[in-house]
């Protein structure tokens, strides 16, 4: 195995050759900030919300108290009464602050954007986006250039663009312009996507597309309780599509306009916060390590105070789960957000929808009328599906492929591939007899094209954990050959033990 590097170059161009993810619409150029999963990608995705889905809604759950948890599935539409983000504060405040250029009409969100250069004087400065590496190195040169200088001095400095004044703005060159002074200072953008429902496009029929699945849980809460039989603590979850017409998508599909969440909001008595939350929070780390994410990339960061939104401050707090992808490197990127939302949003749409009071929910137990609080772990399925890519990239020269992605069995688009060694002696048979047996469970792919070298390179570039060989040995002994993707070691086994076998190694039995 190798110490060469993962870039993300070459984990894009792996995605897009073996059909784990293209751009969407790509026969017309694609559209910035939209991705489609290919056959492997889709498998591998489908593998990660099923198994959130099951080890979250289906399998027991033990909670803190070693109790079992309740947690309940919904399926919402993605368009919802306006009404909603008026109620969750989307519609007023879901902004981020953006720049123009107005010589190249680019729009960049101002907290993307550093300037670097001499603040004192009238020096002239460069901004660029920040963690474009390239963007970065052009910046610098540019500066040596116009200073006539090696390198940047001590005296040169890094600023968020955010934090520079209207005069050191005036002296900016943006990323793409020429000259400088052509960015503008910081406005909101609203992030919904909007459209219209029925014929007319009016204000009256204008609506959005949810910017997160976790209104239609909230908007759900009242009509969950009345026709289930939860009882507080208990948790509501779903997982969908949300849209945000972020203002600079990038790193892959790191930053989309379309994407997948798997979101849960779990419904407590106010005065079990602290307790719910760091279980929520020390469980969802546990989860990302269990199907692979167990290198040192994967983190999990509290908040500080200051960063906390406004209902969280005077509870349990916020952490992230990180990752720590090649193109934030040596920074993480954020897979999930664990939140204490206090009664923030079952409050504000109690009040929206003119109920108010009348809307907490009955305690039995405690004989107590409350709204309930909730902590949120909101997870994103394409950052998830990211990370698991880049964590199973393993470049490795001494391979024919010259690379083996490392999923971990649960989550790898292919279980197991059955080969016939050659086409003769019966072998393509036994190999297909075998092939259908696994295949009544599994996802299984069968080959007996090419040469065996070529066939294993195409399963190491799949992730495929393990590979049956049907060979000259198997209809005298009755045993096949199984290789292991991660060691490469061959091992033989009873070709009647095979599917009991796998099942094993899959946690399947
Ligand atoms: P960021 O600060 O990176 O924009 P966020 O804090 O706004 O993310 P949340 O609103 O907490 O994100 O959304 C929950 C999860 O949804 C995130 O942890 C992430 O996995 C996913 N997510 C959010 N925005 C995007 C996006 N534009 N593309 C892909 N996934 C996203």
Request: overall charge negative; proline content about 6%; aromatic content about 10%.
């Amino acid at each position: 195995m190798s110490d060469s590097p993962k870039t993300m170059d070459d984990i894009v161009a792996l995605c897009r050759r073996r059909g784990f993810i293209f751009q969407s619409s790509e026969i017309y150029g694609g559209i910035n900030g939209f991705w489609d999963y290919g056959p492997l990608g889709t498998a591998l995705k489908r593998n990660l919300k099923n198994a959130w889905w099951s080890d979250v809604v289906e399998r027991e759950l033990l909670g803190p108290d070693g109790e079992p948890i309740d947690i309940v599935g919904v399926d919402c539409t993605i368009i919802m009464n306006p009404k909603t983000w008026v109620a969750s504060g989307h519609a007023g405040g879901f902004n981020d602050p953006m720049v123009d250029c107005r010589e190249s009409k680019q729009r960049y969100r101002a907290d993307h954007l550093v300037v670097l250069g001499r603040m004192a004087g009238d020096a002239r400065l460069w901004a660029f986006v920040e963690g474009d590496d390239d963007a970065r190195t052009r910046a610098t040169k540019a500066l040596c250039k116009y200073e006539r200088i090696d390198a940047p001095g001590a005296d040169h400095v890094l600023r968020p663009f955010t934090a520079i004044s209207a005069d050191e703005r005036a002296r900016c060159l943006g990323p793409a312009a020429s000259e400088p002074g052509s960015l503008t200072e910081p406005r909101q953008f609203n992030l919904m996507f909007k459209t219209h429902c029925g014929a007319l496009q009016d204000d009256d029929s204008m609506a959005y597309l949810r910017p997160e699945t976790a209104q239609g849980i909230f908007a759900n809460f009242w009509n969950v309780v009345d026709t289930s039989r939860v009882k507080i603590p208990f948790g509501i979850a779903q997982v969908g599509k949300a849209f945000r017409n972020e203002v600079t998508p990038r790193n892959f599909t790191f930053r989309s306009r379309e994407f997948e969440q798997m979101e849960i909001e779990f419904f407590i008595h106010p005065s079990t916060a602290v307790e719910w939350y760091r279980w929520w929070r020390d469980w969802r780390f546990g989860w990302w390590q269990s199907i692979g994410l167990t290198s040192a990339n994967l983190q999990l960061r509290e908040h500080d105070r200051d960063e906390l939104a406004h209902y969280a401050k005077n509870g349990a707090g916020t952490s992230d789960i990180e990752y720590r992808f090649p193109f934030t490197s040596p920074g993480y990127g954020e897979l999930e957000g664990v939140a204490h939302r206090a009664d923030f949003d079952l409050t504000q749409h109690a009040n929206h929808c003119g109920k108010g009071e009348k809307m907490r929910y009955f305690d039995q137990a405690r004989n107590e009328r409350y709204f309930p609080h909730v902590v949120e772990p909101s997870a994103g399925a394409d950052r998830g599906a990211l990370a698991l890519l880049c964590e199973a990239y393993t470049p490795d020269p001494s391979r024919p492929s010259g690379v083996v992605m490392r999923f971990h069995p649960r989550m790898a688009p292919i279980k197991a591939a059955v080969y016939p060694l050659t086409a003769k002696d019966g072998q393509p048979e036994i190999a297909e007899r075998l092939y259908r047996e696994l295949r009544r469970k599994h996802t299984i792919e069968f080959d007996e094209k090419q040469s065996i070298g070529k066939r294993y390179a195409r399963m190491d570039e799949a992730g495929t954990p393990y590979c049956f060989t049907i060979d000259g040995e198997t209809a005298s002994t009755g045993s096949v050959t199984v290789r292991h993707r991660d060691t490469l070691q061959q091992e033989r086994v009873a070709i009647d033990q095979v599917p009991t076998w796998l099942d094993e190694r899959l946690g399947t039995a």
